[in-house]
């Protein structure tokens, strides 16, 4: 790749990296409800891993990550001061305390509700699995931590890699338990809470050790330093925002629980095929992008950051879009040949398809929203992001509350989908009006052409090849089918995208 920007690079090596990952946790997700199907102790599962996640979005790769990343940034001009290792410490150190205090009362308060038995059936069976999956947080958020440390050193492969382990980890749990100990599925469940426990301690190892061998001596020094406070007030500030996109995900997970055994199961597998191309590539393209976007505001280089940051939303949406069309397309096909497998039955593909129509409407607000919530963050603006945040929570519990007693499951993805568009649409408006020297209209002209090409690769797709897709043949020649019209959409959407000179819109990032 010489002829690209390192910048460019960096965002290939990242998402080729993290493409083994996603597929991984496809391949993951297929392995599980192929063995345990969409019932109750699937959805029991999902719930209680909801909770460990919240908290890793809000104190690991979220808010703390954001506020973390410019201090962290700007103490590697000083090499030779060790305060970059010792910021490192100080966070890690506060980390540690706050997520085990966490994991102590969590533990305790479900103990109780488990004996005062004041909860549903369903509920009281996801509570084993929360009390088990709540001390993952302490291993996942100072793993993320530690690969927002590599990140801010353009080290960007191992932190991809990571995930791979807790894939992996899940994905044998599940065969040792289905085919080896041929267990219920109640216990195949608690089964895999231990593989995620397992997977976390490998993921906290893995940067750890890369960034030993770069100089890194771990040190308990919980006390704060100047640079940490700076981190503290960065993230007070953003905490409270992550916490509200946080809480809508719960409060959606909460209420899918409420309509049916497996509209949590399916709502989950939906969502999990959208976040592959956002997985894949959108992650990449914000991840690598972040850092710099930290250095050139800490330079108060104005130019540059705008620059950075509007080829962000050129390559996200030229990512993006297409993908977000593309599984409307093949929404059944594609849910067909990953999940129809065991225990994953006709029913169970015709609604995640009907979700996945829906969700595919949110992948490019989403993406672009991650973007704009870091390119906040990294001028240390974090109470733009709380206040959309507020008001995306606000819209996503109203239209829930209606459409779940309306379309069930479809009517919280209606609302997800609803509430991502406003939170995207709002932020790009409070980012225009805060820095007013941001060129949006003279980035209209590419994104129209992106649209265009890629209906135009709908369309075309559509009637070269969406018609040979039939359903009832084996996996492989639904797999070669599927495939083959991927193919034609790629050839179509490059042929265009280099036609009509897209490829320019990276050119200017360093």
Request: hydrophobic share 55%.
């Amino acid at each position: 790749m010489p002829n690209l920007p390192k910048t460019v690079q960096h965002i290939l090596t990242l998402a080729g990296s993290t493409s083994a990952s996603r597929v991984l946790g496809l391949v993951r997700d297929v392995v599980m409800v192929s063995a345990m199907g969409t019932g109750l102790y699937t959805s029991a599962f999902l719930v209680a891993f909801t909770l460990p996640n919240l908290f890793r979005r809000l104190l690991g790769e979220g808010a703390l990550n954001s506020a973390f990343i410019p201090v962290f940034t700007r103490t590697l001009s000083d090499a030779t001061s060790g305060k970059s290792w010792a910021l490192l410490n100080s966070v890690i150190s506060r980390l540690l305390i706050i997520t085990s205090a966490i994991a102590l009362i969590t533990l305790l308060f479900f103990e109780g509700l488990k004996h005062l038995s004041i909860l549903p059936e369903n509920w009281q069976t996801a509570i084993p699995y929360t009390q088990w999956l709540i001390h993952y947080v302490v291993l996942i958020c100072i793993a993320a931590i530690l690969t927002g440390a590599l990140n801010s050193h353009s080290k960007f492969a191992v932190p991809s890699l990571s995930p791979i382990i807790l894939n992996v980890s899940m994905i044998t749990a599940v065969i040792i338990g289905n085919l080896i100990l041929n267990q219920s599925t109640q216990n195949l469940a608690m089964t895999l809470c231990i593989g995620v426990l397992i997977g976390g301690a490998l993921q906290m190892l893995l940067p750890a050790v890369q960034l030993m061998s770069m100089g890194w001596k771990p040190q308990w020094t919980p006390k704060l330093n100047e640079d940490s406070r700076e981190v503290q007030t960065l993230f007070l500030g953003a905490g409270l925002g992550a916490a509200v996109v946080q809480l809508n995900h719960l409060i959606s997970r909460i209420l899918a629980y409420q309509v049916s055994d497996d509209a949590v199961s399916h709502l989950y597998l939906s969502n999990r095929i959208t976040e592959l191309p956002l997985g894949i590539f959108s992650v990449a393209i914000y991840t690598v992008l972040f850092p710099l976007l930290s250095k050139q505001a800490t330079r108060d280089e104005s130019t540059s950051f705008n620059t950075t940051f509007e080829k962000g939303i050129l390559l996200i949406t030229a990512i993006s879009l297409p993908a977000s069309l593309g599984l409307i397309l093949l929404a059944e096909p594609t849910t067909r040949l990953l999940f129809e497998w065991g225990e994953f039955g006709e029913s169970d593909v015709i609604e995640v398809s009907r979700l996945l129509i829906i969700y595919s409407f949110s992948i490019l607000p989403i993406a672009l929203s991650a973007l704009l919530t870091r390119a906040f963050h990294a001028t240390k603006n974090m109470r733009a992001p709380v206040r959309v945040s507020v008001i995306a929570l606000i819209v996503n519990t109203l239209l829930s509350l209606v459409f779940m007693n309306i379309w069930g499951a479809a009517g919280l993805a209606i609302a997800n989908t609803t509430a991502a568009v406003v939170h995207n649409f709002l932020l790009l408006y409070l980012f225009k009006r805060i820095r007013p020297d941001f060129r949006f209209l003279q980035l209209i002209p590419n994104l129209l052409k992106l649209a265009v090409i890629s209906v135009t690769m709908v369309a075309a797709t559509y009637l070269l090849g969406m018609h040979i897709i039939e359903m009832n043949v084996s996996k492989a020649v639904l797999a070669m089918e599927v495939i083959g019209v991927i193919g034609v959409s790629v050839m179509i959407y490059l042929g265009l995208f280099f036609l009509l000179r897209l490829n320019k819109i990276y050119r200017g990032l360093r």
